[in-house]
């Protein structure tokens, strides 16, 4: 495989992984797929870790992550090893 090859795939699947943060916290459902909202609050959250309050969002929002990885079950997946490593 072309190494521009292996560097799309693993792109897609970063991406793909994201999007699975969108589903996992329930942004999707409660947007009701509305890209607009989602785009918006994605600009607020790059507007705040611009800010001066930076480091405390990314405190706090690093901290309730870490908490709903925790508690959530791993499965056996592929992401899974991922999220394990995220977590150390």
Same mark, same amino acid.
Request: net charge positive; charged share 30%.
């Given at each position: 495989?072309?190494?521009?090859?292996?560097?799309?795939?693993?792109?897609?699947?970063?991406?793909?992984?994201?999007?699975?943060?969108?589903?996992?916290?329930?942004?999707?459902?409660?947007?009701? =797929? =509305?890209?607009?909202?989602?785009?918006?609050?994605?600009?607020?959250? !790059? =507007?705040?870790?611009?800010?001066?309050?930076?480091?405390?969002?990314?405190?706090?929002?690093?901290?309730?992550?870490? !908490?709903?990885? !925790?508690?959530?079950?791993?499965?056996?997946?592929?992401?899974?090893?991922? !999220?394990?490593? =995220?977590?150390?």
């Amino acid at each position: 495989m072309r190494t521009w090859q292996v560097e799309r795939r693993k792109r897609t699947r970063h991406l793909i992984e994201l999007g699975g943060l969108l589903v996992k916290a329930g942004i999707v459902e409660l947007t009701n =797929d =509305d890209r607009s909202i989602i785009y918006g609050a994605l600009i607020w959250m !790059a =507007d705040k870790l611009k800010s001066e309050d930076a480091e405390r969002a990314r405190r706090l929002w690093a901290e309730k992550g870490k !908490a709903a990885f !925790a508690s959530e079950p791993l499965v056996n997946s592929p992401t899974a090893s991922h !999220a394990q490593q =995220d977590r150390a």
